[in-house]
């Protein structure tokens, strides 16, 4: 728990320092578990295309600085990926883009939230929306192996703070 209070003291320092003054900012502490699935192109492994499902968010903090998040939500998304320069299209060197679709509960009501989604990936990965910024991993149980068969499932892993301003939602 004090390396994740670590991790979330080092993201949220500077993602605080760029909310305008005015408007009243949410902070969370989430981690986000599912499977990530990875379709290679019938033209080779170092491309195609990525689904995150079933998948979990589950935060803790505040959602647009007063409303209480109770408890985790649905986690989805998709997109493609491409082989990052100086990696093997077997074993997820990626750059990837795409949506991802997730709910939040809170005090006040559920609120689901769709945006675009940005990755890079090479071991352990970083990825962005505009309400998320993390880390992640993607470990065993995996289908494939990355040496005889590209990797098409794995566990994935991250760990976000979620940032939300008034006036991002309806």
């Not at 994740?4 to 080092?10: D, E, I, P, Y």
């Not at 750059?95 to 352990?124: C, K, M, N």
């Not at 970083?126 to 566990?155: H, N």
Request: hydrophobic share 40%; proline share 7%; with cysteine.
């Amino acid at each position: 728990m004090k390396r994740f209070v670590a991790l979330l003291a080092l993201m949220v320092g500077p993602v605080a320092g760029f909310a305008p003054a005015a408007d009243a900012m949410g902070v969370a502490a989430c981690t986000i578990t599912g499977t990530m699935n990875f379709a290679p192109s019938a033209e080779g492994p170092e491309r195609g295309a990525w689904t995150i499902e079933p998948a979990v968010i589950s935060c803790q903090g505040l959602f647009r600085a007063k409303h209480r998040i109770t408890g985790p939500g649905a986690f989805t998304g998709s997109g493609t990926y491409a082989e990052a320069a100086g990696g093997t299209g077997t074993c997820l060197h990626s750059i990837g883009t795409g949506q991802v679709d997730y709910v939040i509960p809170t005090s006040e009501a559920t609120i689901r939230i769709q945006e675009p989604h940005d990755f890079l990936f090479a071991g352990v990965g970083a990825f962005t929306t505009p309400s998320l910024r993390g880390s992640f991993e993607v470990g065993p149980p995996y289908d494939g192996d990355c040496v005889t068969e590209p990797v098409t499932k794995a566990t994935f892993i991250a760990q976000a703070v979620l940032v939300r301003l008034n006036g991002l939602d309806h």
